[in-house]
């Protein structure tokens, strides 16, 4: 059994409502899944809106690499430690998908003493909302088919329908199909393919709508695909919002649980960063900040990524301005874009990890070019030595200008995670945040997609296909101009090129295809090789999850 499998099934969890009533939140307004889940309802939601918001503290970090960086884990020792020194803190996850918890990761609830729980529950399946989902979307899909064999009185180009279908699963076999195979009976063939549903623009409409109301608006905006004389056909056309919203109708609540040490944290809605926007629900967040004095978020992947589309997106869209940004790195993964390889980051390398902290040199600049004050979070790993940490210190204060704070909250849970807590709430209170996005929303969006590329990945320029160019100008003449970009770019490089680490400059960044996302309220620009579905790698997690004699399941760390 692991460490992190053991801590989590050593821990004594509290009763949901005893959770939810740290948060402020009445029993009355629970709807329990079983023993330590619960959802809360509309009518406390809508009751929350007078209340004054606490202050928002996004969670960040460099490049991922396959050494480890430990987000999730840092957010919610950050959340009990801030709880630890007297603060009300409130923590706001996304939800994990079953495509990377069979993949590549595993478990994406935490680590060590800084783990959400119940672990297994989060991880596989949670309350449904992801299957609800996934089901609104292919509802679409099926209404589509539907109307055009019936007679297809919006006469859609069936060569230019856009909706393809999802599912919450890594397979690269369903990148590319064709369905309306077997004659008349099964409708009309045509190419098709599948997303996974973290993908899917039913799932960013989800996280960016502010109530059930707004969702049912988004979603009957979405375009599903093009007219013959290439006008745009929605959901709304289709009559689908009303059903779609009905199936969505309980995922919209937010979900309650706990961290090892009882405070409380919302995980709702999951977007992956690297082919979408990243964030968690902005129902949740902003109901996180009515119960909270601090809430402590994360964005997916590293900075370049999860937090430059939760500020240049959901920050935009939902009004909401962060106090205080927290980037966690580790000397592995520092060392790693210095040039070491896995199996060599144990041994002490300062010259390597000297090299590699231009990534989040950076990341740091990146997050200050938003008007935010922003805090190094070191994640302790055992095979760290102290000449490495006090290198990352040293060029932190010097160089880079910000303080870099170690942390043990994996091995010390909270405790291990004070002085970082401390740093935090001086940040916040010093009023020295002054949010601004890269962009303003009169750009073009070539512009705002070159903004991006420019001022955030240090990209020379754009390089703009020309299917992607005309659809851009098409999508402006349709009145979509002032929309923000989403970057569907490879998550382990600041370029396009997953093996280009440290901190590449001068790269050209190529978009070979955009997609209208006008439910979620914005443009997807897909650079390079990424996949809207990923596939399995070479020895996916699954083949070392299973159940054992006692009924619980392993392998999920």
């Not at 077997?182 to 409708?187: D, E, I, L, R, V």
């Not at 940040?427 to 903004?451: H, M, N, Q």
Request: proline residues 4%.
């Amino acid at each position: 059994m692991s460490h992190d499998l053991a801590v989590a099934r050593a821990a004594t969890l509290q009763p949901i409502a005893a959770i939810a009533a740290k948060a402020g939140i009445p029993a009355d307004a629970l709807e329990p899944y079983g023993k330590y889940i619960a959802k809360f309802d509309g009518p406390f939601l809508a009751s929350l809106k007078d209340r004054p918001d606490g202050r928002l503290v996004l969670v960040t970090a460099i490049n991922p690499t396959p050494a480890g960086e430990g987000k999730t884990t840092t957010t919610v020792g950050l959340g009990d430690a801030l709880n630890r020194i007297g603060k009300r803190a409130v923590i706001a996850l996304r939800e994990p998908s079953l495509g990377p918890v069979f993949g590549v990761k595993g478990g994406a609830t935490g680590g060590g003493h800084a783990q959400v729980l119940p672990m297994e529950a989060i991880n596989l399946h949670f309350t449904g909302d992801f299957h609800a989902i996934t089901a609104a979307h292919n509802l679409l899909a099926a209404l589509i088919d539907n109307h055009v064999y019936w007679g297809n009185g919006l006469d859609i180009d069936t060569r230019r329908i856009v909706w393809r279908r999802v599912m919450d699963m890594n397979d690269r076999a369903l990148r590319a199909t064709t369905v309306g195979l077997g004659g008349a009976a099964n409708g009309f063939a045509r190419e098709d393919g599948f997303d996974i549903t973290v993908a899917s623009e039913v799932m960013a409409c989800f996280c960016l709508a502010e109530d059930i109301a707004d969702l049912e608006a988004r979603l009957a905006r979405i375009v599903i695909g093009y007219t013959r004389a290439r006008k745009p056909v929605t959901a709304g056309d289709l009559n689908a919002a009303g059903a779609m919203t009905a199936l969505l109708k309980d995922a919209i609540k937010p979900n309650i649980v706990q961290t090892i040490e009882g405070s409380p944290a919302l995980i709702h809605g999951g977007p992956f960063a690297n082919i979408a926007h990243g964030c968690n629900s902005v129902i949740a967040t902003k109901a996180a900040l009515k119960l909270g004095d601090y809430v402590v978020t994360e964005a997916g992947f590293g900075a370049d990524l999860g937090a430059e589309k939760f500020l240049n997106i959901k920050c935009r869209k939902a009004g909401l301005k962060p106090a205080a940004v927290v980037i966690v790195a580790t000397v592995r993964a520092l060392k790693m874009n210095g040039g070491v390889a896995k199996a060599d980051l144990a041994r002490e390398n300062v010259e390597a990890l000297d090299r590699g902290l231009v990534n989040l040199g950076r990341h740091v600049a990146n997050i200050r070019s938003f008007g935010l004050p922003v805090v190094v979070g070191i994640n302790h790993f055992t095979t760290d030595t102290e000449a490495e940490h006090r290198l990352i210190v040293r060029r932190c204060r010097d160089e880079f200008g910000v303080e870099a704070i170690e942390c043990r909250h994996w091995a010390e849970g909270g405790r291990g995670a004070e002085r970082l807590a401390e740093a935090v709430v001086a940040l916040c209170e010093s009023g020295k945040a002054d949010f601004r996005t890269t962009y303003p929303d009169e750009f073009g969006l070539a512009d705002k997609i070159r903004a991006v590329a420019t001022r955030i990945y240090g990209a020379a320029d754009v390089a703009i296909s020309a299917k992607a160019a005309a659809d851009l100008q098409a999508f402006e003449a349709a009145g979509f101009g002032r929309l923000p970009v989403c970057m569907a770019k490879t998550q382990y490089s600041f370029s396009t090129d997953p093996t280009a680490l440290g901190a590449p400059s001068g790269h050209i960044v190529p978009v070979r295809e955009v997609r209208l996302a006008a439910g979620a309220g914005f443009v997807v620009a897909i650079c390079g090789e990424i996949m809207t579905m990923p596939g399995l790698p070479r020895l996916p997690a699954a083949e070392a999850i299973h159940v054992n004699a006692e009924g619980e399941i392993e392998g999920l760390f």
